[in-house]
C-alpha cells in the first residue's frame, strides 16, 4: 500500500498540513534555486565526460602502438628464428 503525500500531512494534523501547505507554496522557490545548480552540475559532467573521452582516446593509443611494437617484435624474432613457448621465450643453444 503506497502512501500518499496528502495523507501523510493530513496525519501529523494541523503542523502536518501546514507542512505541506508550505511545501507547495516553496517549491517554485526552490526550483528556481536548484534549476541553476543542476544546471551547473549538468554541464560540469558534460565537460567532465568530454575530458575522459580524450584521456581514453590517447590511451586507447597508447594502447595500440604499444600491440603494434609488441607484434613487431615477435615477427622479428620469428625471422631470426627465435621460436616463442608457452613458458617463455627460447631460442637456438649454442
Given at each position: 500500500?503506497?502512501?500518499?503525500?496528502?495523507?501523510?500531512?493530513?496525519?501529523?494534523?494541523?503542523?502536518?498540513?501546514?507542512?505541506?501547505?508550505?511545501?507547495?507554496?516553496?517549491?517554485?522557490?526552490?526550483?528556481?534555486?536548484?534549476k541553476p545548480?543542476?544546471?551547473?552540475?549538468?554541464?560540469?559532467?558534460?565537460?567532465?565526460?568530454?575530458?575522459s573521452?580524450?584521456?581514453?582516446?590517447?590511451?586507447?593509443?597508447?594502447?595500440?602502438?604499444l600491440?603494434?611494437?609488441?607484434?613487431?617484435?615477435?615477427?622479428e624474432?620469428?625471422?631470426?628464428?627465435?621460436?616463442?613457448?608457452?613458458?617463455g621465450?627460447?631460442?637456438?643453444?649454442?
Amino acid at each position: 500500500m503506497a502512501i500518499k503525500a496528502g495523507e501523510l500531512f493530513e496525519d501529523l494534523g494541523p503542523v502536518g498540513v501546514a507542512a505541506g501547505i508550505g511545501a507547495v507554496l516553496l517549491l517554485p522557490v526552490i526550483a528556481g534555486i536548484g534549476k541553476p545548480v543542476a544546471k551547473a552540475a549538468i554541464k560540469g559532467g558534460i565537460s567532465l565526460l568530454e575530458r575522459s573521452k580524450g584521456a581514453l582516446a590517447e590511451a586507447g593509443e597508447v594502447f595500440e602502438d604499444l600491440v603494434a611494437e609488441a607484434r613487431a617484435e615477435l615477427a622479428e624474432e620469428e625471422v631470426n628464428g627465435v621460436v616463442a613457448s608457452g613458458n617463455g621465450i627460447s631460442g637456438p643453444q649454442g
